[in-house]
């Protein structure tokens, strides 16, 4: 099982299933059997492994998890008309010659610096 939609796949196709023999069932109902059958106590704990087995979200182009420590300093680029979700690609337009090298400096760096 690769994440939580197979499992949610299972529970579908499960419920369709038992539907054609006039069996009907909610999708929590066959989401908890799925479980179950995986040898957990519920959908909850199943859900928790899976997200547990994934492994670290990391930036386009990075070949290794950056870790980021306590206390440690994130630059952050104010941008206007745009909200960023993980893993987005976006294009980043910018006017300012200082912004313009601070952007090349992360990117010939560890992708976070600053300077």
Same mark, same amino acid.
């Given at each position: 099982?690769?994440? @939580?939609?197979? =499992?949610?796949?299972?529970?579908?196709?499960?419920?369709? =299933?038992?539907?054609? !023999?006039?069996?009907? +069932?909610?999708?929590?109902?066959?989401?908890? &059997?799925?479980?179950?059958?995986?040898? &957990?106590?519920?959908? $909850?704990? +199943?859900?928790? #492994? /899976?997200?547990?087995? &994934? %492994? %670290? +979200?990391?930036?386009?182009?990075?070949? $290794? %998890?950056?870790? /980021?420590?306590?206390?440690?300093? /994130?630059?952050?680029? %104010?941008? #206007?008309?745009?909200?960023? @979700?993980?893993?987005?690609?976006?294009? /980043? @337009?910018?006017?300012?010659? !200082?912004?313009?090298? =601070?952007?090349? #400096?992360?990117? =010939?760096?560890? #992708?976070?610096?600053?300077?």
């Amino acid at each position: 099982m690769r994440d @939580f939609r197979d =499992a949610k796949a299972m529970a579908h196709s499960l419920r369709e =299933a038992l539907e054609a !023999k006039s069996v009907s +069932l909610t999708h929590s109902e066959s989401l908890e &059997l799925v479980a179950r059958t995986l040898g &957990l106590p519920d959908w $909850n704990h +199943l859900a928790a #492994r /899976i997200e547990s087995s &994934l %492994p %670290p +979200l990391m930036p386009a182009g990075a070949t $290794n %998890p950056v870790a /980021i420590t306590a206390g440690a300093g /994130i630059p952050i680029v %104010p941008m #206007r008309d745009l909200v960023v @979700f993980p893993q987005m690609v976006a294009p /980043i @337009f910018v006017g300012r010659e !200082k912004t313009r090298r =601070a952007i090349e #400096r992360a990117l =010939a760096t560890d #992708r976070r610096s600053s300077g």
